[in-house]
């Protein structure tokens, strides 16, 4: 199990696909708000998500604008940019997750994911449902996944699709 700390954050999962997912939810949710109040200009849809229930997969496709930078020591930090402005991209962070806005808390629960994915053991057992790609020259940060779900229905007759805690 890829446990995930998210007391006192925006995200209630308490595992690392989970927490992706709902982290990707949480922002096309804040896109489509930032794009409902806002009309007459250009709409902001940087990140997909889709649901397959026939291969039991959630496809989330997302390009997210990055500040790059480059530390004393030689090290290049990517920081995600809140290209949303006004509220649409608050987030509380909490527990694991640091991150101040929606972008940033997807990026930093990817990482969080692709590095548990590749701490398995032997390589051979790895999974890649997660690939993350950073771009200097471009300023963004690709992420892609193709992770699995189950999908049930519940007492109230309301489907609820569920990230698979595969690690």
Request: aromatic letters at 4%; one cysteine or more; proline letters at 4%.
């Amino acid at each position: 199990m890829s446990t995930i700390t998210t007391t006192g954050s925006s995200l209630k999962a308490d595992n690392k696909p989970g927490a992706v997912l709902e982290a990707a939810l949480l922002l096309d949710a804040a896109e489509k708000a930032r794009n409902g109040a806002n009309p007459g200009i250009t709409p902001k849809n940087n990140i997909s998500i889709t649901f397959s229930s026939d291969d039991g997969t959630a496809n989330i496709a997302a390009t997210l604008p990055v500040e790059v930078s480059v530390g004393s020591d030689g090290s290049i930090a990517y920081a995600p940019k809140d290209y949303l402005g006004g509220s649409y991209a608050t987030f509380t962070a909490g527990g694991d997750v640091t991150a101040t806005n929606c972008m940033a808390a997807l990026v930093q629960v990817a990482q969080l994911l692709s590095a548990a994915e590749k701490a398995v053991q032997p390589v051979e057992d790895q999974s890649n449902f997660i690939q993350i790609e950073s771009s200097s020259e471009a300023g963004t940060i690709t992420i892609a996944a193709a992770m699995p779900i189950t999908q049930t229905i519940n007492a109230d007759g309301n489907i609820v699709t569920s990230a698979l805690d595969y690690l």
